[in-house]
């Protein structure tokens, strides 16, 4: 997931909408899975493993009804240090190059994510993201002013922690510690061609950390991330694209 600066096709607009997992159809399972198989080298039998322990899917439309972009997330309800703690997490994300200028999908997730933490009340919520990706990781300092690890700042000690409780029970022995990434079984990298990371990308401190402690992220390993989810956490951009 990127905010990124391409303008999408003339005319064509996006249109997000929000629905459980347990609601797809093997038709939409099939669009899902030709649209990510077009970026990322997946495998079907995982792709379908990782959908089915989600809860939602954000699904981006065109016009004509096709599929062009989607997102799966699962809410984790956990304890930690005594209290009950939760942690939206998020799955596969794709959208098609054509359509990387779109603000649908910050535009939906955003208030979803606002629902989310509407019903959360008192109990703490944070966004566990996983990033193979530097367009997936651009996402963080886009959406928030306070998210880890990040160049600017050491990840406080008690948020580390908790990125590795959330870590550990998502992924168990593939979430490697010392490093902040996960090693999935059957990872996922990115084609060759898609989302490379050039020396102009390099320029931009975040790319430039993303790749730093994210060395084999063209292997398909994953860059454990955080972010608490608190409608004052948000950047005033975000805020101005939920208004829209």
Same mark, same amino acid.
């Given at each position: 997931?990127?905010?990124?600066?391409?303008?999408?096709?003339?005319?064509? %607009?996006?249109?997000?909408?929000?629905?459980?997992?347990?609601?797809?159809?093997?038709?939409?399972?099939? %669009?899902?899975?030709?649209?990510?198989?077009?970026?990322?080298?997946?495998?079907?039998?995982?792709?379908?493993?990782?959908?089915?322990?989600?809860?939602?899917?954000?699904?981006?439309?065109?016009?004509?009804?096709?599929?062009?972009?989607?997102?799966?997330?699962?809410?984790?309800?956990?304890?930690?240090?005594?209290?009950?703690?939760?942690?939206? /997490? /998020?799955?596969?994300?794709?959208?098609?190059?054509?359509?990387?200028?779109?603000?649908?999908?910050?535009? $939906?997730?955003?208030?979803?994510?606002?629902?989310?933490?509407?019903?959360?009340?008192?109990?703490?919520? +944070?966004?566990?993201?996983?990033?193979?990706? +530097?367009?997936? +990781?651009?996402?963080?300092?886009?959406?928030?002013?306070?998210?880890?690890?990040?160049?600017?700042?050491?990840?406080?000690?008690?948020?580390?922690?908790?990125?590795?409780?959330?870590?550990? $029970?998502? +992924?168990?022995?593939?979430?490697?510690?010392?490093?902040?990434?996960?090693?999935?079984?059957?990872?996922?990298?990115?084609?060759?061609? $898609?989302?490379?990371?050039?020396?102009?990308?390099?320029?931009?401190?975040?790319?430039?950390?993303?790749?730093?402690?994210?060395?084999?992220?063209?292997?398909?390993?994953?860059?454990?991330?955080?972010?608490?989810?608190?409608?004052?956490?948000?950047?005033?951009?975000?805020?101005?694209?939920?208004?829209?």
């Amino acid at each position: 997931m990127d905010i990124d600066r391409h303008e999408p096709p003339a005319g064509e %607009e996006l249109r997000g909408s929000v629905q459980r997992v347990a609601d797809r159809t093997p038709d939409l399972v099939g %669009e899902m899975f030709r649209l990510m198989d077009r970026s990322f080298i997946v495998e079907r039998e995982a792709f379908e493993r990782d959908l089915a322990r989600k809860d939602w899917l954000i699904l981006l439309h065109d016009r004509d009804g096709v599929l062009r972009g989607f997102t799966s997330l699962a809410l984790l309800e956990t304890e930690w240090a005594g209290r009950p703690v939760r942690a939206l /997490s /998020s799955g596969d994300t794709v959208i098609q190059r054509e359509f990387w200028g779109s603000l649908e999908l910050p535009r $939906v997730w955003g208030r979803f994510m606002l629902e989310r933490i509407a019903e959360a009340g008192d109990v703490p919520l +944070y966004w566990f993201l996983l990033s193979s990706g +530097y367009k997936t +990781y651009r996402f963080l300092p886009v959406f928030f002013k306070e998210f880890y690890p990040r160049h600017d700042q050491v990840t406080p000690p008690d948020l580390q922690a908790l990125l590795g409780h959330f870590g550990t $029970v998502l +992924y168990g022995g593939s979430f490697q510690a010392g490093t902040g990434t996960v090693r999935l079984p059957n990872p996922t990298p990115l084609r060759d061609g $898609v989302a490379e990371v050039t020396v102009e990308r390099l320029s931009d401190p975040h790319v430039a950390f993303f790749v730093k402690r994210n060395p084999d992220h063209t292997l398909g390993v994953e860059l454990a991330c955080l972010a608490p989810l608190r409608a004052d956490n948000l950047r005033p951009f975000i805020r101005r694209v939920l208004k829209a």
